[in-house]
């Protein structure tokens, strides 16, 4: 709530920024850049927003100066200054990123036992992709998102659903990994797959959705999020850009797709959030939708009241 009344005002924690450019999300109004080392910390490399015109103007291997503001996550990038050009390859892989209509990939993966398999497995059943590593020290990403699932377990019991959650680091999570880590989260592999596989394979699959995890010296893996819905045909129906669904919102959904009447309450509730991410960055994913604009609405009413009155006052007053 704080961060969406903070991104509402444009509020700012600007700081001088100095950094290579490593790739361009255009689609996402994002680069990843590294930025420089200092004496106070290690060089970091994260993706930061940036306005569409400055953005344009970029390649990878850019050496730029900015201004940081670190009011949005992830942070934005303002007035940035082109020094040199150097030859700095792209990070991101060159692959065909996926979009809503497009089938799934027919890429080998292998799920926590081992075994192959493609995504052609869940044809004739809905299906929902998520990603997550093992190793994600946050809360509030992969071991909620994984929480999520679990949820959905339960409540796609007896519909069929296919869950499907694969790492972005598959270096690290072998099926054995990703067994243990299924195991503590009570999945049933029989509806619930966690999926490595070869680790060129398995990132050009988590590249296509939208996915590009940059190794960072302190937190670990940053990346942004997505969750996929997948049709009975195998036809991506929806791509949702943040971490702040809820099951709930992910059944209304199916709903849809199955032909059954939906809950207009969680559809409207999944689009505010998905707008607010939009608008202001990944700082107000816990945006709580309907109930959030409720509260924002109210204080605004509120902030207006007041002003209104203090506004008659003082005009009694001059009066």
């Avoid at 990070?91 to 799934?104: F, S, W």
């Avoid at 059943?125 to 992969?142: M, P, S």
């Avoid at 503590?184 to 995890?213: E, I, K, S, Y």
Wanted: with cysteine; net charge negative; glycine share 8%.
């Amino acid at each position: 709530m704080l961060a969406f009344l903070a991104c509402l005002v444009d509020a700012d924690a600007h700081g001088a920024f100095r950094g290579t450019v490593l790739a361009i999300q255009a689609s996402k109004g994002t680069a990843i850049v590294e930025r420089d080392k200092t004496a106070e910390e290690a060089g970091v490399t994260a993706p930061y927003r940036i306005d569409a015109a400055s953005l344009a103007k970029l390649h990878p291997g850019d050496r730029i100066a900015a201004t940081e503001d670190e009011s949005a996550k992830p942070s934005i990038l303002r007035d940035v200054m082109i020094d040199a050009n150097t030859t700095a390859p792209s990070a991101v892989r060159e692959v065909n990123q996926l979009a809503i209509g497009d089938k799934v990939p027919r890429t080998t993966l292998v799920d926590q036992d081992g075994r192959p398999f493609t995504l052609a497995r869940y044809l004739g059943k809905n299906l929902v992709v998520g990603f997550i590593y093992t190793r994600c020290r946050d809360a509030r990403e992969c071991p909620l998102t994984t929480s999520k699932f679990g949820q959905m377990q339960t409540m796609f019991a007896k519909r069929g659903v296919g869950l499907l959650e694969i790492t972005l680091d598959p270096q690290y999570d072998t099926p054995a990994v990703l067994k243990r880590y299924a195991t503590t989260f009570g999945a049933d592999p029989a509806r619930w797959t966690f999926a490595p596989g070869a680790p060129n394979d398995v990132l050009d699959v988590d590249a296509a959705f939208g996915l590009d995890p940059f190794a960072d010296p302190t937190v670990g893996l940053i990346h942004t999020e997505t969750l996929a819905i997948v049709d009975k045909t195998g036809t991506i129906s929806d791509l949702i850009y943040t971490n702040a669904w809820t099951p709930h919102e992910i059944g209304a959904e199916l709903d849809r797709l199955d032909g059954i009447a939906t809950n207009p309450f969680e559809t409207l509730d999944l689009w505010l959030k998905r707008a607010a991410v939009a608008a202001c960055g990944d700082s107000v994913a816990g945006f709580d939708g309907i109930l959030d604009l409720a509260v924002v609405l109210a204080i605004f009413a509120a902030a207006g009241y007041l002003l209104w009155r203090i506004y008659r006052a003082f005009g009694r007053a001059i009066g």
